[in-house]
C-alpha cells in the first residue's frame, strides 16, 4: 500500500499568517493562534502562530514530503513603529490598504535581492510578489477604515543564510538568506515545479546579464567538467529535467546552449527521454544493438545491462560516442523547434577506466 504523501504550504503563506497575527493583536487586540490565510485559489489555509513577546510573533513551516529545505525552520515577525536599525542595507517593500502602511524588511536569515532578471527589483527583500499580495490582501481585513498606521515589519528565517547555502541564492543575487516565495501557497509533494522555477529564475538572471551562452548540465561529472571550461555564472544544472529546461529558453534571448551529460543520459535523451531520471525508463538497449550495427561496431556477445558493459567491450567507443552525441543533438533540436536560432552544443562525458 502507497504512502499518501503530505502537502504542506510556502514559505509565502507563512509570513502572511505573520503579517495577520501581528497586525490582528497590535491594531484589534485580537490574539489568535491559528491564522487563516486566503490562498491565490481562493482556498483556506490554518497556519499556527506562536506569540514570542510584544509585537513579535512566528511560526514553524508545515513538514511536507517535498524536497524542500525550508521545511521545518522557524520564520519570525517583528512589528515596530519606527524603521529597523542595524540591518542589512535595502529598500523596503511597501503595501497599502485603505488606513495601514506597512513597510517591509529582510532581518536574518531572509536575503535581499543584488541582481537584475528575478520577480523583485535590487536591493528590495527577496519577498515575491505573490506573498506580497496575500499579505496586503490579510491586511486589508484587519483595516479599520479609520484610524490611520504606519507600521514596519521585520521577517526573519532561523539559520537562513546557513539553509541558503543549499539553494541557488547566492547565484541569482539574492544574498543574507533564504527567499520569501510561493506562487499558489502551496507545496506539492514531490513535484517538479520548484527545480524547474530555479531553472527559470537562473535563465532570468544570467540573461538580465547580457549573456548569450548558457551551459546546461546534468550530474556532478558534468558540473565538474563545466566549471572547467566555462565561467560559473553561465552554468545551470537541470537535473533530470531537459525537455523543460529547453522549453524555457523560448521565451529567451540566447543564441548559445551547451549541453554536457554522461553517455548514459545523453544515450536516454538520444532515445527521446524528455526526463533522464531512472523513474521514467531505462536505456533501451535493443535500440543501443541497432545503432552498432548501423555504424559497423561489433556487438559484445554478451548480453549488457549498462551503457559502461558496452564500452568496455566494444574497441571503437569513440565512434559510439559520437554517434550518440549526434543522435542527441539533433533530439535537442526537433524539441527546441520553436521559432528562433539557438546554437546547441552536446558534449557527452565518458571516463574509461
Known amino acids: 500500500m502507497n504512502k499518501k504523501l503530505r502537502s504542506g504550504y510556502t514559505t509565502g503563506t507563512h509570513a502572511t499568517a505573520l503579517v495577520g497575527a501581528v497586525l490582528s493583536d497590535y491594531i484589534h487586540q485580537k490574539r489568535a493562534t491559528t491564522i487563516e490565510v486566503e490562498l491565490p485559489n481562493q482556498e483556506k489555509a490554518n497556519i499556527v502562530t506562536y506569540k514570542e513577546k510584544e509585537r513579535v510573533y512566528s511560526t514553524i513551516k508545515v513538514d511536507n514530503d517535498d524536497l524542500d529545505v525550508t521545511k521545518g525552520c522557524k520564520i519570525s515577525l517583528e512589528l515596530s513603529l519606527l524603521a529597523p536599525m542595524q540591518i542589512k542595507p535595502q529598500t523596503p517593500s511597501i503595501i497599502r490598504t485603505h488606513s495601514i502602511t506597512l513597510y517591509i524588511y529582510a532581518g536574518d536569515g531572509v536575503g535581499v535581492v543584488t541582481k537584475k532578471g528575478l520577480k523583485i527589483a535590487p536591493n528590495y527583500p527577496a519577498i515575491n510578489p505573490t506573498p506580497l499580495l496575500m499579505m496586503q490582501s490579510i491586511s486589508s481585513k484587519i483595516d479599520t477604515h479609520t484610524k490611520r498606521y504606519e507600521l514596519h515589519l521585520l521577517f526573519s528565517i532561523k539559520d537562513g543564510e546557513e539553509i541558503a547555502k543549499s539553494t541557488a541564492n547566492a547565484k541569482v543575487g539574492v544574498v543574507g538568506g533564504l527567499s520569501i516565495l510561493g506562487t499558489k501557497g502551496i507545496v506539492k509533494p514531490i513535484s517538479a515545479t520548484a527545480y524547474i522555477d530555479s531553472i527559470a529564475t537562473e535563465l532570468s ?5 547580457g549573456a548569450k551562452e548558457v551551459v546546461f548540465t546534468l550530474g556532478n561529472s558534468a558540473l565538474d567538467r563545466a566549471k ?26 540566447f543564441t548559445k546552449v551547451i549541453f554536457i551529460t554522461s553517455i548514459a543520459k545523453m544515450t536516454k535523451v538520444a532515445q527521446g527521454c524528455k526526463n533522464t531520471h531512472n523513474r521514467f525508463g531505462g536505456i533501451d538497449f535493443e535500440r543501443v544493438d541497432r545503432w552498432l550495427e ?60
Not at 205 to 209: D, F, M, N, P, Q
Not at 314 to 322: G, L, N, R, V
Not at 338 to 343: L, N, R, V
Request: without cysteine.
Open 205 to 209: 538572471v544570467l540573461e538580465a546579464s
Open 228 to 253: 572547467e571550461q566555462y565561467d560559473d555564472s553561465s552554468i545551470i544544472e537541470i537535473g533530470n529535467f531537459v525537455y523543460d529546461a529547453l522549453q524555457l529558453l523560448e521565451a529567451t534571448g
Open 294 to 353: 548501423e555504424s559497423n561496431i561489433q556487438k559484445p556477445k554478451e548480453r549488457y545491462a549498462t551503457l559502461k558493459g558496452v564500452l568496455e567491450y566494444i574497441t571503437e567507443s569513440d565512434k559510439f560516442i559520437d554517434l550518440v552525441t549526434k543522435r542527441a543533438s539533433k533530439q535537442i533540436e526537433e524539441w527546441s523547434s520553436f521559432d528562433k536560432s539557438i546554437e546547441f552544443r552536446v558534449i557527452t562525458l565518458y571516463k574509461k577506466v
